[in-house]
């Protein structure tokens, strides 16, 4: 079947396959999405008097063939239709006549796309926070077995003050929790319907269209006004996720390279079970943490997606423009990127094991020069003058 806006003109081959990009396959995935919002879009049209009953229930019965087809992985998105959109509309036609022609009416695939990606970000939102959740109680879990194991603070990867496994393990608790923050208030931003914003500009009056139904079917507060809003919210709504995502995927990062350091034979703090490491095809001997690396190197992954976002979405006038369309890729990547991390953290955290004997060696004098340089301060010395005996007993 042909494009939806087909008029019998021939399209240039290698323009099509341009335009369309990744589409086909990147939009099977809304799939879900689209055939909710198409429910909601064909009982609002019954209610409008656009569709009569047995149309309404051949639609409906069509949208379900549609998801149980998706569901068996044969719901299929070919170049020519272009999008899921198209699919979807073709599929209805296709099963039911001329019902499948009237569901349309009232919308454009400019606002389809973005009441499929808000849905789709709620439940990613929701996804994130559970895997958080998760990732956080593993943090716990691990900080609750080692509380009291001494372990240095580090600066400038010098051993500086005193600390615990502990609290090193309960420091990502802390960011995981800010972390989590940010990811809860990014709900907000996909709380209102696009639906019904068409191509950007709403449909004319004439049509009687009654947003706040969709609106209210698809779990929106509302429909997001005015129409011409919509549009400027394509990037930013998907910004804001990758940002929130990038900041627990850059929390994710920093722990995976201390525990790279901590695992390494010249730390020795920590060990990784074998079953979490891989080996070299060369050299017999290594475990290499590559887990780590991969969760060290995804939260840069996780950060261009966002970057990739902004630069996109950042410099458009209003309207649609196609440019949107690739939007979709970094933030299913980053969405995932970040998904995958949380499980594999918290994954690791379950096994990461301790060297209480590595740790304890670990624990030199100089660790408590500034206690001591207290202590004297406590017996009444100033602190530069304390400061300086303390340097001076460690000949530094
Ligand atoms: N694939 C398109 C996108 O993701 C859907 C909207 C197409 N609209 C259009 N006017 N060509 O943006």
Not at 112 to 135: F, I, M, P, S, Y
Request: glycine share 8%.
């Amino acid at each position: 079947m042909a494009r939806l806006w087909d008029k019998g003109q021939p399209l240039d081959a290698l323009v099509e396959s341009y335009t369309v990009g990744d589409d086909p396959t990147l939009d099977l995935r809304l799939l879900p999405y689209d055939v909710r919002a198409s429910e909601a879009q064909a009982r609002m049209l019954r209610s409008i008097g656009i569709l009569d009953d047995d149309e309404l229930d051949a639609l409906l019965g069509a949208l379900g063939e549609a998801l149980a087809a998706w569901e068996a992985g044969d719901f299929v998105i070919s170049v020519a239709q272009e999008d899921v959109h198209t699919a979807l509309e073709q599929f209805l036609v296709q099963r039911v006549g001329e019902p499948g022609k009237k569901i349309h009416t009232g919308r454009s695939r400019n606002d389809q796309v973005l009441v499929d990606l808000r849905l789709w970000q709620r439940d990613a939102v929701t996804a994130g926070l559970e895997a958080v959740d998760a990732a956080i109680e593993a943090f716990e879990g691990f900080a609750a077995r080692h509380e009291d194991v001494a372990l240095p603070g580090y600066t400038h990867l010098q051993r500086a003050m005193p600390s615990t496994v502990g609290r090193w393990a309960r420091a990502y608790v802390a960011v995981l929790r800010q972390d989590r923050h940010l990811l809860d208030a990014t709900s907000l931003l996909v709380a209102d319907s696009p639906l019904g914003s068409a191509a950007g500009y709403g449909v004319p009056e004439i049509l009687g269209l009654d947003r706040e139904q969709t609106a209210r079917e698809l779990g929106f507060r509302g429909p997001l006004d005015p129409p011409e809003a919509a549009q400027l919210g394509r990037g930013k709504v998907e910004a804001a996720l990758l940002f929130a995502l990038s900041q627990v995927a850059t929390s994710l990062g920093r722990w995976a390279w201390d525990v790279c350091l901590y695992v390494s034979a010249e730390f020795g703090f920590f060990a990784l079970p074998t079953a979490f490491t891989t080996g070299s095809s060369i050299m017999p001997q290594k475990r290499n943490p590559d887990v780590l690396e991969l969760t060290r190197g995804k939260a840069a992954v996780v950060r261009s997606a966002l970057a990739e976002v902004q630069s996109i979405a950042g410099s458009l006038p209003s309207g649609y423009h196609r440019d949107l369309q690739l939007l979709k890729r970094p933030l299913f990547h980053g969405t995932d990127t970040a998904l995958a991390m949380l499980a594999v953290a918290a994954r690791v955290m379950g096994g990461l094991t301790v060297d209480r004997q590595r740790c304890a060696a670990a624990m030199t004098p100089e660790l408590f020069a500034t206690e001591e340089a207290y202590e004297l301060v406590r017996q009444g010395v100033p602190f530069r003058e304390a400061y300086r005996r303390v340097a001076d007993k460690y000949k530094v």
